[in-house]
């Protein structure tokens, strides 16, 4: 079954995208998306209004159904147990990144093209500086629940 969690991680990517297109920062991001979302959708002819009524009941759904998984004995997850796993899991989907980029500027130098093997090597500070961030949170979090 998908959780919420999951649901969550897809926006993210989503707002991560949408960061690095526009260059806005974090605390932005999500009223910028939802402004460029209402262009979309008169480019589109599509009703945002109706589709923002539609998400609404799909979430308010979503989080009966969590509810209802708790009543029946699934386990729910505490604060920090969730913000552990949502860490962890980005941070395995970004160290899989990196490898796929490391992988490309292998590849690049074992052509001779060494330019292009740092250039794409480089790229990788930024995603390496957010996962030690994403570890460090998430060895944060795990330390703090133990103590209480």
Known sequence: MITNIERAKWADKAIQAFRKQTGCDFEDSL????????????????????????????YEAECEETAEDSKNGAKTLTIAESAIYANLS????????????????????KLGK???????????????????????AAIALHRRASRE
């Open 31 to 58: 009223g910028d998306l939802l402004c460029d979302l209402m262009h979309w959708a008169i480019a589109e002819n599509r009703d945002f209004d109706a589709a923002l009524d539609t998400a609404r009941t799909h």
């Open 90 to 109: 980005v941070l395995a989907e970004q160290l899989a990144d990196a490898a796929k980029l490391l992988a490309e500027a292998a590849a690049a130098s």
């Open 114 to 136: 060494q330019n292009l093997a740092i250039g794409t090597a480089l790229s990788l500070e930024d995603l390496l500086s957010q996962s030690k961030a994403l570890y460090d």
